[in-house]
Antibody, heavy 127, light 106 residues
Framework: QVQLVQSGAEVKKPGASVKVSCKAS????????MHWVRQAPGQGLEWMGW????????NYAQEFQGRVTMTRDTSISTVYMELSRLRSDDTAVYYC????????????????????WGQGTTVTVSS | SYELTQPPSVSVSPGQTASITCSGD??????TYWYQQKPGQSPVLVIY???KRPSGIPERFSGSNSGNTATLTISGTQAMDEADYYC?????????FGGGTKLTVL
């Protein structure tokens, strides 16, 4: 079955970096884009960006430009999201989510929604 | 930046129809997507491209989008539909989520 399995919970100090992994199975890894979405405690969903696992192309939300890096390792069907210079307000559950999507540069040609989500990774930033 | 506005909460009696709105400037010119999230769980896509249901989503979930407002409609609402619902659209190259609506079935 199609599945996204994320790495375990992390506790980090302010100023540190965190790298969350998302391992895909049950489908052709390079055929779907991967998005990252986070949710602070008791808050709504916040989009962080996407990566095209086939090409490695990325598109980041402006709020995270310069702090976030999304990469992939096609040999193990895994994408990674690294967030640097952590602050207390980065405390959140981080989700990866798959999308049937085609983009030309940052422009979306087609997109069918985030149809499979990982289980979420809790990142706590505290001194 | 583009904003999507949802009511914080909606209440409905079991068996009745629930309507959750999502408003944004000329939203009808964009596709809207809807996600359901139950406490402690990951979101689930329930409507894509305004009106389409993914496989496995019950027929009681439907969507529409016109003008400045998209609407998620749940017909014959069941207790299991109690959850937070988020709308989503694209603004240029950016994914935008609404603030979410808590649906209470009482």
């Amino acid at each position: 079955q199609v599945q996204l399995v994320q790495s375990g919970a992390e506790v980090k100090k302010p100023g540190a970096s965190v790298k969350v992994s998302c391992k895909a199975s049950g489908y052709t890894f390079t055929a779907y884009y991967m998005h990252w979405v986070r949710q602070a405690p008791g808050q709504g969903l916040e989009w962080m960006g996407w990566i095209n696992p086939n090409s490695g192309d990325t598109n980041y939300a402006q709020e995270f430009q310069g702090r976030v890096t999304m990469t992939r390792d096609t040999s193990i069907s895994t994408v990674y999201m690294e967030l640097s210079r952590l602050r207390s307000d980065d405390t959140a559950v981080y989700y990866c989510a798959r999308a049937a999507q085609m983009s030309s540069g940052p422009v979306v040609v087609y997109y069918y929604g985030l149809d499979v989500w990982g289980q979420g990774t809790t990142v706590t930033v505290s001194s | 930046s583009y904003e999507l506005t949802q009511p914080p909460s909606v209440s409905v009696s079991p068996g009745q129809t629930a309507s959750i709105t999502c408003s944004g400037d000329k939203l009808g010119n964009k596709y809207t997507y809807w996600y359901q999230q139950k406490p402690g769980q990951s979101p689930v896509l329930v409507i894509y491209q305004d009106t389409k249901r993914p496989s496995g989503i019950p027929e009681r979930f439907s969507g529409s989008n016109s003008g400045n407002t998209a609407t998620l409609t749940i017909s014959g609402t069941q207790a299991m539909d109690e959850a937070d619902y988020y709308c989503q659209a694209w603004d240029s190259s950016t994914v935008v989520f609404g603030g979410g609506t808590k649906l209470t079935v009482l």
